[in-house]
């Protein structure tokens, strides 16, 4: 029920995003919401499932609104796979490292956007005014939203890890 | 060790081969027209739910708007009721302004068509009590108003002055118990059927004609104006009209109920009869004042 609820709420975030959180601009800047959900899962998770759950949502979001297959897949999937490749070096309990994680992520995944936007469509946007007006308020949002979730979602996966070591000890009793 | 080199390894080239085949496919659907069967279904199972977070969104925007603009919309609104109450008040001070137009422009006929010296004055005060009639108007001695000068209206008979200050005077009204005028009923002029007016306490809005014989030609209906005796009063001053005729007790004498066209309640403007023609027959009522007449104009 676990990966099916994270799918699940991978869907409200896109949904969210193309819609209510689409009010929310701060300067040029949207939040990603499904770039948090899938870095932080990575994180807490690890780099295979991550990568996996950047691969899905991504997937998801490039059908839903691209008219292109395979941008935000791959974005997401690298973002999914590097936070949890970088989650092993962290402890899980602190907070600033999926904070900074999710800035440099932002960062990281908008750039690569940028790179295969520009390499297969041939738009490019001048880096310098990207960076200050679109990309920065973008990753200072995802941050601050990594802040609010980043508790939550890591009190889920302990839940989650103790019910499973609970059903576990019960079956090598019987 | 070697086999978890190996399958950080597969790992690698797993990874790398997806990103391979992404690219690809995003070199591949980069140029095409139609979507995929798969996205055609994915985007119509997903459309209505798309609408309804859109419209959700909307709604939250509306909500946000309006709390944000709400400052904006309080500035607005104190600023437009100031607006309707400065509006308010001219357009009131305009009816009024209008009004008083209206009432200046009857008094003007009236004072040029009367024939008496008048002296228009304003009510700038009434008494409160229910026991007396007066009013203080705006002229006084100074303006050449005197002590039992009539006060009339377009419409009638005031009062008359009871006292002068140098710029208001005091005005003792019909209605007051205190004054009463000897009156005719306009239709017969009888001078021998001359009554007096005074208030009615039963009715303070009507007043009274009393002293006038049984046999006296009066019917309901019956105009009544000023007699003219007693000296204060010009003669031929309206008053107002018979409404009903009562006998009283011993069956002496009748006794007929006025209503005054004058408003008491909502005198504004008065004029002050300081003299004119009224001055010429003054002597023939004085005369006839000597010659035994009851009527004092005032008690």
Redesign the interface.
Known sequence: MFYPAIIISFVLAL??E??????FMVERALPDLLLVLVMIWGFILG??VG?ILG?LGGF?QD??FG?????F??AK??MG?GAGFLGREFYREQLLAPTLLLFAGTLAHELLLNI?VSQ??GLSMPIGWTMNHFLIPKAAYNSGLTLLLYPAMLYLYRGRKRESIKFRSRRKGL | MANRHSKGYR?LYL?LA??LG??V???Y??S?KDFTP??DA??TL?AP??QA??R??TN??SF?DTVAQFQNYKIENERLLKEIALLESRLLSLKELQKENYRYRELLEFKQNSGFELLPAEVIARDPSQWFGTITINRGYLDGVQQEMAVISDRGLVGMVASASPHSSQVILLTDPRLAVSAVVQRSREMGMVGIVESYPQSPAYLRLTNLPLEANILPGDQVISSGMGGIFPQGLYIGRVKELVQDQPGLVLTAVIEPRVNFNRLEEVLVVLGGSYQEEEGAAEGEREEGDPPVEER
């Open positions: 949904l969210l193309g819609s209510v959180l689409s009010f780099p295979r990568g691969l998801f059908i839903l008219s292109s297959l395979g941008y897949a791959l999937m690298l796979y295969l297969f469509i | 790992r990874l997806l990103v992404l690219l496919l995003i070199n659907t980069g095409r798969l996205e994915v985007r997903f739910v798309q977070f859109a959700a969104g939250i925007q946000f």
